[in-house]
């Protein structure tokens, strides 16, 4: 029978089905940070359970690190207790820890594929929504509750009921000046934010295919924000050439075995999902959102929609804005490049591009924040570190910063954001602040420039 490349990685991980219920689901790589874990471990060591594989753990500390003067004292008192916990718990449960100071530290999204630990094949599980990232890499990858945690941790297995498959397919070539995030905040504006409620999404077709591996795990990233429990990519060559040399990768002596296994995940031609979309390339163009969830976006050049809801208009109502207006010369107060949809060399590079002999806004507080303390790293070997200090960018330490109020990184009440992450709550980069989501190289655009434009017609 035909397969879908979910369905062959979900069928080879099944460990038994329970009579009339869910399956039990084996999890190759557990990843966690000090958010959601010390709860798990309080539930692990209350019932004198141990953990069951420690070495299928990954632990970093990303939410609540400050990314200024990392060598000193956290100052935030709950930020402190959760990364004392995280470490205690670690060394308790011989787990490997990046902690603060560790030449691998940062986003667990981010550290996981450049050390080789994400690899084709895997399910891979973390108490964190955007662990659909890793779906980039042919993974079945999504994000779990606390009592899932501790559920992984006793067990290495899962009980889930199968999510139902979806494909969408875009073929053709982008216009030149649109990325990654372009296309999925399209997809999802398309859509809406509860089009993937119950659905595993597979991303197919010609555009998906010409993206890089970074490119791919932002859209990936992002597919949570259309409700869905994960998105997928097919591994093909650029993923293997990605994974060659990784810290963790398969050894030589590994990797023909290997190969031969991840060439097989792809969706076999007859294969049928539950729902399929289709979407042309030529129709995608630079995007920005207006409101309060990633699916309320638009094109660059278009206007706000008008809409008789009561919840869309307390969101434009949040956000300081009207429907049938144009977000174009819009004043911006601060812009933000990192989150682990947009903080690895790739996004960085994009940016440095753009800002090389240019200076920021003098109305702008701009934060550029990597991923991981490789990035990091790659960013001063490249020289960008110059040509962000040179056009008045802040560059930081790596972390999650202000991509949510967790940390010391937090925009004003009132204030406006053109953020690289993901999300655009109310609140989310901190109490009253109007996040607005966008690629890195409109948020590099918009910081010089003080305000949105549309640099298509520059």
Not at 215 to 221: G, I, K, P
């Amino acid at each position: 029978m035909a397969k879908t490349l979910f369905g062959k990685i979900w069928d080879q991980h099944i460990v038994t089905q329970i009579e009339n219920g869910p399956n039990v689901l084996y999890i190759d790589r557990h990843l966690i940070h000090e958010v959601t874990s010390p709860q798990a471990f309080n539930e692990i060591s209350n019932r004198g359970l141990n953990i069951f594989r420690p070495e299928k753990i990954t632990a970093t500390m990303d939410h609540n690190v400050p990314t200024e003067n990392q060598h000193l004292p956290i100052k935030d008192v709950r930020s402190k207790e959760q990364i004392e916990a995280l470490k205690t718990n670690c060394e308790k449960n011989n787990i490997e820890l990046y902690g603060i100071g560790h030449p691998y530290q940062g986003i667990i999204h981010v550290i996981a594929p450049e050390l080789g630990i994400t690899q084709p094949g895997m399910t891979i599980v973390c108490g964190d929504s955007h662990t659909s990232t890793h779906g980039a890499f042919g993974c079945i990858a999504f994000g779990i509750g606390t009592s899932q945690v501790a559920q992984v941790f006793a067990s290495q297995c899962l009980l889930m009921d199968r999510p139902q498959t979806m494909r969408i397919t875009i073929n053709g070539k982008l216009t030149p000046g649109i990325y990654a995030k372009d296309v999925i905040l399209y997809i999802i504006a398309q859509l809406g934010t509860n089009a993937g409620t119950g659905y595993f999404i597979e991303f197919a077709g010609e555009v998906f295919e010409n993206m890089s591996m970074e490119s791919r795990m932002t859209v990936c990233n992002m597919s949570i924000e259309m409700g869905a429990r994960g998105g997928i990519i097919a591994p093909d060559q650029k993923t293997f050439d990605y994974m060659e040399g990784r810290k963790f990768a398969p050894s030589e002596d590994e990797i023909e075995v290997k190969l031969k296994q991840w060439k097989t995940l792809f969706s076999d031609k007859t294969a049928r999902f539950d729902k399929e979309y289709h979407f042309r390339s030529e129709d995608i163009k630079p995007m920005i959102t207006y409101g309060t969830n990633p699916g309320m976006g638009i094109a660059i050049d278009e206007v706000i929609p008008t809409l008789n809801d009561d919840s869309f208009n307390r969101s434009l109502t949040y956000m300081g804005f009207k429907g049938g207006t144009s977000l174009i010369n819009l004043p911006i107060n601060h812009v933000f490049i990192g989150s682990c949809t947009n903080s690895r060399i790739e996004d960085f590079r994009v940016v440095a591009s753009y800002l090389k002999g240019r200076q920021k806004a003098k109305n702008i507080n701009a934060l550029i924040v990597p991923g991981s303390q490789i990035v990091a790293k790659q960013i001063k070997d490249e020289g960008l570190d110059l040509i962000f200090n040179e056009a008045g960018f802040k560059l930081r330490e790596p972390g999650c910063s202000a991509c949510l109020a967790m940390n010391e990184d937090k925009i004003p009440r009132g204030e406006y954001c053109v953020s690289t992450s993901n999300r655009n709550f109310e609140g989310r980069q901190g109490p009253g602040a109007k996040t607005i989501l966008a690629s890195p190289y409109m948020a590099a655009v918009t910081a010089i420039h003080g305000r949105i434009i549309d640099y298509t017609k520059q």
